[in-house]
């Protein structure tokens, strides 16, 4: 249930801003990147940056 939690929290970062992937890691308690990508891929099945760049912020600065 917390995973969840983390994983909707990150997706709406990701869609909602342009903040890094590194500055959204850090702002949910993760001192790594790339744990926090990987903790993301394993849950969302994508990567941050591939959800970001068909969903999120990416998309609408394209």
Known sequence: MISERI?????R???M??????????E???DD???FSRFFKTNA????QIYRETV???KMQA
């Open 56 to 58: 999120g912020f990416g």
């Open 17 to 26: 801003t342009n903040k890094t992937v590194k500055e959204i890691a850090y």
């Open 45 to 48: 099945d994508v990567s941050p």
């Open 33 to 35: 990147e790339h744990y």
């Open 13 to 15: 970062e990701l869609y």
């Open 7 to 11: 994983i909707i929290e990150a997706k």
């Open 28 to 30: 949910l308690g993760y």
